[in-house]
């Protein structure tokens, strides 16, 4: 992806990292591929996968033991979604 510079696959490729790590309990790699995820959605301007990898931060961040992170990132997709229309 980052040979033919598309950031949008890129996206997805670190959401689907961070889910295989975080399944084998390696939480703190998991973390860094959701937070480049996140960073890319938001440099993409693309809202609905920036909340949905907000989402997957805070299961992750539940998983890992950390709920006021994890609630935090929660938040912050609900008000995306909210912005969006989203009920």
């Known amino acids: 992806f980052e040979e033919e510079n598309d950031e949008y696959g890129m996206s997805v490729a670190l959401g689907c ?33 920036e909340a949905n990898s907000l989402n997957n931060l805070g299961v992750t961040l539940s998983a890992s033991g950390d709920e006021d992170g994890a609630r935090d990132a929660f938040e912050q997709a609900l008000r995306i979604n909210r912005e969006m229309g989203y009920r």
């Open 17 to 49: 990292l961070c889910s295989i790590f975080k399944r084998q309990e390696n939480y703190s790699v998991a973390l860094n591929y959701i937070q480049r995820c996140i960073a890319l959605n938001r440099k993409l301007g693309n809202r609905t996968a």
